[in-house]
């Protein structure tokens, strides 16, 4: 089992700045996926971003040039550095593992950006 424990959201104004962590435990493979999704209210969960334990992070079009994940592969975390975030980035932001037997998902944390 894994277990996904994101951390760092809250409140900013729009341009402002957060980081999030996500700090992974349990049955972390070597090779594996960690992505970030966000859920604004009434939409689907969508796919921020992402980075391979042997990639580079990609990113969409959305948040490219303002988001930037990386990993801390020895201590299973991962980071989302949100820059100059937009009223549109507002929503609960998911951590998620794809690892061969299965993807896991944390629970999330809310990020607010007001106007």
């Known amino acids: 089992q894994v277990q996904l424990v994101e951390s760092g959201g809250g409140l900013v104004h729009s341009g402002g700045s957060l980081n999030l962590s996500c700090v992974a435990s349990?049955?972390?493979?070597?090779?594996?996926?960690m992505a970030w999704y966000r859920q604004a209210p009434g939409q689907q969960r969508d796919l921020v971003g992402s980075c391979s334990s042997w990639g580079t992070p990609q990113y969409v079009a959305a948040v490219e040039g303002r988001f930037t994940i990386s990993r801390d592969n020895a201590k299973n975390i991962v980071y989302l550095q949100m820059n100059d975030l937009k009223p549109e980035d507002t929503g609960v932001y998911y951590c998620?593992?794809?690892?061969?037997?299965?993807?896991?998902w944390g629970q999330g944390t809310q990020v607010t950006v007001s106007s």
């Open positions: 349990g049955s972390i493979g070597s090779r594996n996926v």
């Open positions: 998620k593992v794809q690892q061969p037997e299965g993807a896991y």
